[in-house]
């Protein structure tokens, strides 16, 4: 029903910063609360960061004061821009809703490494 395709990850050295988009179509009337989520290898699926279609966030507090989350509903499109990266920020990061997420797309990498 919503199809979300995630951009913007790549390989940055520790400090450096990423700006990640993600993509809402489909049933894109049913969402209310967007969240972006990270799975590191061998560490199970966390959010990170929320956002509610009225622009209310919450952060993980292992990114808070780094990463920021922000949407345009307009486009249908979610943000988030990370700064001051460190390499346990490693991971593949995925946009979607909260909670009770639908399918989950491709994601996209960050790598933080020297």
């Known amino acids: 029903q919503v199809q979300l395709v995630e951009s913007g990850g790549g390989l940055v050295q520790p400090g450096g910063s990423l700006r990640l988009s993600c993509a809402a179509s489909g049933s894109t009337f049913i969402i209310n609360v967007m969240g972006w989520y990270r799975q590191a290898p061998g560490s199970q699926r966390e959010l990170v960061a929320s956002?509610?279609?009225?622009?209310?966030?919450n952060y993980a507090d292992s990114v808070k004061g780094r990463f920021t989350i922000s949407r345009d509903n307009a486009k249908n499109t979610v943000y988030l821009q990370l700064n001051s990266l460190k390499p346990e920020d490693t991971a593949v990061y995925y946009c979607?809703?909260?909670?009770?997420?639908?399918?989950w797309g491709q994601g996209t990498q960050v790598t933080v490494s020297s």
């Open positions: 979607n809703m909260v909670p009770g997420p639908a399918s």
């Open positions: 956002i509610t279609r009225g622009g209310s966030t």
